[in-house]
């Protein structure tokens, strides 16, 4: 499997897929990208569910979530760990992965399709990428795309006039803490990049970092942001090996304050709703009241994952997270406060599984159904 290059099924401007591709670069794997939607029948059937980033191997395995996908690789391909060998660190890094996965997702999408600048120029990209095989003016498949995005992540993930600014003080918050990171260091937690900034490459690389609303608020706010988001792209020129610190620093502080005010109450209040059998739930985040945001069965897959990883760690280790986590509601990662047994990977096949969508419950808008039915049928 020496010289296998990845096809890998994505979009120019995904969160994930970009996550990923950066990661590929770095590791020196080779990789041809393809757009998955005009194959949308048999790549549901083979991977579990149309989404991306999906790898294809040449042996006919297919890989899903970028997360287990980046896990698998450090195995199969060590060359430049991305994971620190510090148990401590190494815990933090995956905490800031996630957070990057699941919380900043809420916010990219927002500034993507409410700012009508950038929902036009998206609509427009997307519109040519992933539909330009349905039998449909592009002027029709745009209003789809724009409307479908809009309801199925932003109308529908509790973004409204109330909840908005809390939404985007999300962001700034992730600049400033980021910035005070990397005023000390190149990446996040060390000289090299760890899964740490691969997570916030999601967000900050094809969303914040492109789209035209949040882009001008990082050049402007957070240049060393900016500046991150190139050398991680470039990543792959280094030539020093790896360096990870050895404990976590004392400027991860605001970001772990904010990780744990924002996606770890959204985790718990995820999980506990799954558990009650419910389709949504309500959550109040820094004082934000979010009314009705749709369960996530994988987001509570996500709790279990880290919950399993804190357990792993040796009583010294455990004692270490905990006093960088002293914030009301952290406990959920080292105790059943909440359950978290979500059904998703019960074989433990991941990433060679079937996949999940986040919001797989979620019943698309007419439109997109309509489309999908086209899509599928061919
Ligand atoms: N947990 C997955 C999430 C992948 C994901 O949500 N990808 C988005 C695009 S960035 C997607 O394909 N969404 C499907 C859709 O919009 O229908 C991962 O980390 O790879």
Avoid at 10 to 33: D, N
Avoid at 305 to 322: D, G, K, N
Wanted: net charge neutral; charged share 25%.
């Amino acid at each position: 499997m020496g010289n296998e290059t990845m096809k890998l099924w994505g979009v120019s401007v995904s969160y994930f897929t970009g996550k990923i591709e950066a990661y590929l670069r770095y590791k020196r794997i080779p990789y041809a990208m393809e757009h998955p939607f005009a194959d949308a029948r048999r790549i549901r059937a083979l991977a579990g569910a149309v989404q991306v980033p999906l790898i294809e191997r040449a042996d006919g395995r297919w890989m899903s979530d970028s997360t287990a996908i980046i896990q698998a690789f450090e195995g199969e391909f060590p060359y430049r760990p991305v994971l620190p060998p510090d148990p401590v660190v190494g815990f933090i890094a995956r905490l800031i992965e996630d957070y990057a996965d699941e919380w900043l997702w809420r916010a990219a999408m927002h500034f993507r399709w409410s700012y009508e600048h950038d929902r036009e120029l998206l609509s427009r990209i997307l519109a040519d990428e992933v539909t330009s095989h349905l039998p449909a003016p592009r002027v029709l498949r745009r209003t789809m795309m724009k409307r479908r995005q809009r309801q199925s992540f932003v109308v529908r993930d509790g973004v409204d006039e109330s909840t908005s600014p809390h939404v985007e003080s999300g962001y700034l918050a992730a600049l400033d803490a980021m910035s005070a990171m990397l005023a000390a260091r190149p990446f996040l937690l060390g000289t090299a990049p760890s899964i740490a900034d691969y997570g916030m490459m999601g967000p900050m690389f094809r969303h914040f970092g492109q789209d035209p609303t949040p882009a001008e608020i990082m050049r402007s706010r957070a240049p060393a942001v900016f500046e991150w988001v190139a050398r991680m792209w470039n990543a792959g020129s280094l030539n020093e090996s790896p360096a990870f610190l050895d404990r976590v620093p004392e400027d991860a502080e605001p970001l772990l304050r904010e990780l744990a005010e924002t996606h770890l109450v959204q985790l718990r209040e995820n999980a506990l709703a799954f558990a009650r059998g419910e389709a949504t739930f309500a959550m109040t985040v820094q004082g934000a009241r979010y009314r009705r945001l749709p369960v996530s069965q994988f987001r509570v897959h996500c709790l279990a994952q880290l919950r399993e990883h804190f357990a792993a760690l040796a009583p010294q280790a455990q004692t270490a997270v905990r006093g960088l986590l002293p914030y009301p509601g952290c406990d959920l990662l080292w105790s059943e406060v909440v359950p978290a047994r979500s059904g998703y990977d019960e074989a433990r096949e991941a990433p060679y599984n079937k996949a999940i969508r986040v919001f797989e419950t979620h019943r698309e808008p007419i439109m997109a159904r309509l489309l999908g039915a086209v899509t599928r049928r061919r």
